[in-house]
Structure formats: structure tokens, C-alpha cells
């Protein structure tokens, strides 16, 4: 007895097999139709140019539309290539055959009134293209293979003579067989003829002793052309290519290009120079952070050797050999000095690297990292240490010229030329309650003037101090009674100089007024 499981399964199986039956029947039968629809569309061309396509796939064709195929340029598709050898005589087939498969049949017409037409037919989804010819005799494939070497031919003669290379054939005995437009022109600008003569054939020869390569490959040569007078001289990269009927030449003018690369040269030659002259270590790191260019003045600076820079340190490296030839601010530790090192990087890179080093030597560095194009590094070493030592002077002198004014019982005010305070004393500053030159914000002779006018009796003095810096010596009263000599001068530097100092009671007298 058979279980109900089972005679489901058996029943399942049996509609599939029947299924696959069906369909390979259906299959079997639309493929003979097609099939025959082929045959049918090729029936009768025999001694014809037919081609019969299933979409882009050529299903058959005659043995002159294989010909013809033949000679046309590879395509992706067999349809490609029949547009493509038809093209010369029919150049918008693709576009004529869109409405095929509405209208069913279809004369195309050779686009360049031409007796040659395409007679198109669709059935059942095959397409079939014959070329017929009204002169009697005439084979259209033939025509349509000549049209197509014809173009081609009109093609290659109009690249040859328009283009701006110079392209000539020698024979195998080195004699000029042809040559392009632009080298017929050149050889009449270099040897003009005379009068109204024609430029003699062969033209006079541009280039000597050219190479004649052999068939192992092509063979590329520089040769300077110049003439009497009539060109400056240029330089052409001449190509020579073997060939059965002798040797063709391709020359391109470089002139400019060898130009540039000799100025190219000079200008690295002036750097070099400069390089070489400059007191500032200079040091180049590439994309890849390997050191790409120095100068002596580095070797100089920072003590290293030269076969280690000559080997194109990274700049990890490169820094951990300063660090071993104490040239750079000790660190605490080596943990400190590698993220100190990612941090020089880095910054570098943005373009805001400038520190001091101060190093164990005593010696004072300037160091400056720049980003340079390309993804490179320039870092700039510069001892500073005479600079600093010369400032470092400066300000102890300056500190103690402030001290010996300040320890002086008279006020005492100094003005440049352009009226703006430039020193002042501590009396001074007592005296008139200003800041002086030590303030924030800079004081000039006219915001001092109207302090003094302020905080005195009136007086003409001010009126003429403020006119006139003619060296004067006059006496005022401040507002509290107490008397005042003022006097004025010129120093050698051009600054102002006025003084203030406190007249004794006991011996005030009136004080003739000078200048």
C-alpha cells in the first residue's frame, strides 16, 4: 500500500517532468521557427551580398557579406562591424534600422547618391540586409570594400599632411621618397629657392646621418637643425621606424623643451651656489620624510656626519642622532623626546614650528619647520647665540642707563623726533604722576604737554614749548606753590631732552628767559 507522503511526492515529480517536457517542446519548436524564419529571409541569395542577424549576432550570410565583413574593424558585436564596414556609404544605418521591426521592410539609400542600397527585412524577430547595385555587373560589396579603403586612404594622406610633426620615408638607399607638409615647409624656410622656382625633388635634406634601425624596434635621436641666416637653430626628436619599403622618420620640435631643461639646470646650479653660500643649515625632508636635500652650513651646525646624511635619513632618525650628539634641548626621558619628535612633525606640517634650543653647549638655535609643496619639510637651523648674547648686552645696558636716571633727584623726560616718549626717570614720574615710557600705552610730547599745562600756574611757556623746540631754560610754579626751572635741549640723535628741577626757596630769583 502506498502512503499518502509518497503518492504526493511521485505526483509532484510527475507534474515537474511534464512541465520540463512542455517547456523544452516550446523551446525546441520557437528555435525551429526562427530557424526557418532564417533560412527563409536567406533563401535565394545566393551570388548577393545578405546578411541575416538574430538582435546583434549574424546567424548567416553569403560568402561576399563575409568578405565584406572581413574588412571591416573589430567591434564588440557582429552588428558593429557591419555598421562599421558600411560606414563610407551608410553612416546612419544604425539609426535607418530602429523602425524595422514596425514597418517590416525598408530601402535604405547610400548617403552619398550613390546607385548602392540596403534593402532591410524584418521577420519574427530576424533581420536580413541585402546590398544591391542598379549598374548591372557591379558586385556592392566590392564597391563597399573600395569606398572603404578609398576613405581611409583620403584619411591617412589628410593626417600625414596636417599634422604639425615632421613625417618623411626614405627609401632603402636613403633617398627621400615622401614627405609631409611641414617638412616640405621647413626645408623652404631653411633653403629658400630662388626667384619663382618650385623646390627642386627631392628637397634638400634637413637632417645627416641619421640612424637606419633594423627591425629589432624604432630607433630615437636628437638632431639640431639651423640654416645660412634664415632659421635659428631647433632641435627635433627624430623617431625611425624599419619599414619593407624603407625607413619612415617622426621629428618633434623639443626646442623649447631642451631650453627649459638647461635654464632648469641653471637655476638649480644658482641654488645649489646659494645653498652652499648660506649661513642657515637647510634641511628637506620628501613626502616619505627621508632627507632630500642639506647644505654644508647643516654639517657645520649640527656636528653630523656626512655619510650618514648622504644615506637619506627619515626624520625620526635624523633628530634621535641630534639627541645622541647633544644638538638638541635634553629631555627628560625618551618617552618625552619621541612624542616631542611626532610634535616637531606635525607642527612642521602646519606650518607653525619655530622654537629656541637652548643646548647643553651654550650654543643658542633658531629652528623653523615649513611645509614645502609636494607633501615636503623644510626645517631652517640657525645659531642665534651671538644675536642673543648682543641683545642680552643691550638690555643690560639699557637697565642700567634706567638706573642711573632713575637715581637722579632732577625729572627727566626724553622725546624722538616723531614726538613719542621714549624714556623717562622715576623723579619724573613723581613728579607728574605718569606712567612714562613704562605704561601701557604709549605717550607722546602733546598728551604730555597737557599735563603740564594741567598741573601748573598759567604760563606762556607751554604755549611756546608746544610752537617751538628751540633749547630753552624758563621757570613755572606748579598749582601747589613750588617753583620749577624747565630746561629744554636738542641731542645729537635728534631726541628731545627736558629737565625739570626744583628751585630753592631761599634762593628764588627770577630766571632770564633764553632762546
Not at 15 to 44: E, K, M, Q, Y
Not at 81 to 93: E, I, T
Not at 455 to 464: C, G, M, N, Q, V
Request: hydrophobic letters at 40%; proline letters at 6%.
Amino acid at each position: 500500500m502506498i502512503l499518502p507522503e509518497t503518492a504526493q511526492a511521485l505526483l509532484a515529480a510527475g507534474l515537474g517532468l511534464t512541465a520540463a517536457t512542455l517547456l523544452f517542446l516550446w523551446w525546441t519548436r520557437v528555435n525551429s521557427a526562427r530557424a526557418l524564419a532564417a533560412r527563409r529571409l536567406l533563401t535565394d541569395s545566393r551570388g548577393s551580398t545578405a546578411l541575416v542577424f538574430d538582435d546583434h549576432v549574424l546567424v548567416d550570410a553569403t560568402p561576399e557579406a563575409r568578405k565584406l565583413l572581413q574588412q571591416a574593424r573589430d567591434g564588440e558585436t557582429d552588428w558593429d562591424r557591419l555598421v562599421s564596414a558600411l560606414g563610407p556609404r551608410f553612416p546612419d544605418l544604425r539609426a535607418q534600422c530602429a523602425d524595422l521591426a514596425d514597418l517590416g521592410r525598408k530601402t535604405i539609400p547610400a548617403a552619398d547618391n550613390s546607385d548602392t542600397v540596403v534593402d532591410a527585412t524584418y521577420l519574427d524577430g530576424i533581420v536580413r540586409l541585402e546590398m544591391t547595385c542598379e549598374a548591372d555587373g557591379v558586385d556592392p560589396a566590392e564597391r563597399l570594400i573600395v569606398a572603404a579603403m578609398e576613405q581611409e586612404l583620403t584619411l591617412l594622406r589628410s593626417i600625414g599632411d596636417t599634422a604639425p610633426q615632421l613625417i618623411w620615408q626614405c627609401s632603402p638607399a636613403g633617398e627621400l621618397a615622401w614627405a609631409n607638409r611641414a617638412y616640405l615647409d621647413l626645408v623652404e624656410r631653411a633653403s629658400p629657392p630662388t626667384g619663382d622656382d618650385p623646390l627642386p625633388w627631392p628637397p634638400h635634406d634637413l637632417f645627416h646621418d641619421l640612424a637606419r634601425p633594423d627591425v629589432a624596434g624604432p630607433v630615437v635621436e636628437q638632431k639640431w637643425v639651423s640654416s645660412a641666416g634664415h632659421l635659428a637653430p631647433r632641435c627635433y626628436e627624430i623617431t625611425s621606424v624599419r619599414r619593407d619599403l624603407g625607413t619612415m622618420h617622426y621629428a618633434v620640435d623639443i626646442t623649447e623643451v631642451i631650453e627649459a631643461r638647461e635654464d632648469q639646470q641653471k637655476f638649480v646650479q644658482t641654488l645649489t651656489k646659494t645653498f652652499a653660500q648660506l649661513s642657515v643649515g637647510l634641511a628637506i625632508f620628501d613626502r616619505d620624510r627621508r632627507l632630500k636635500l642639506f647644505n654644508p652650513a647643516l654639517l657645520d651646525l649640527l656636528g653630523l656626519p656626512t655619510d650618514f646624511l648622504i644615506s637619506r635619513p627619515q626624520i625620526g632618525p635624523f633628530l634621535d642622532r641630534l639627541r645622541e650628539a647633544r644638538m638638541v634641548p635634553e629631555p627628560k626621558d625618551y618617552a618625552a623626546w619621541r612624542t616631542e619628535v611626532e610634535a616637531i612633525e606635525a607642527a612642521a606640517a602646519d606650518d607653525r614650528y619655530q622654537e629656541i634650543w637652548d643646548l647643553p653647549n651654550g650654543q643658542t638655535y633658531r629652528v623653523t619647520g615649513r611645509p614645502h609643496p609636494d607633501g615636503a619639510l623644510a626645517f631652517l637651523f640657525e645659531d642665534i647665540s651671538e644675536e642673543l648674547s648682543l641683545t642680552r648686552r643691550f638690555r643690560a645696558q639699557i637697565e642700567m642707563g634706567q638706573e642711573i636716571l632713575d637715581s637722579m633727584e632732577e625729572a627727566a623726560v626724553a622725546f624722538g623726533a616723531n614726538g613719542e616718549m621714549v624714556m623717562s626717570n622715576r623723579a619724573y614720574r613723581r613728579l607728574w604722576g605718569s606712567e612714562g615710557h613704562l605704561g601701557l600705552r604709549a605717550c607722546s610730547f602733546s598728551d604730555e604737554l597737557a599735563v603740564w599745562r594741567e598741573k601748573t600756574a598759567p604760563s606762556p611757556l607751554w604755549h611756546e614749548l608746544g610752537t617751538s623746540s628751540a633749547p630753552r631754560e624758563e621757570t613755572f610754579t606748579m598749582q601747589d606753590g613750588r617753583h620749577f626751572t624747565l630746561d629744554c635741549s636738542t641731542l645729537s640723535t635728534g631726541h628731545r631732552l627736558i629737565r625739570f628741577t626744583p628751585v630753592d626757596a631761599a634762593a628764588q630769583a627770577p630766571v632770564a628767559r633764553t632762546g
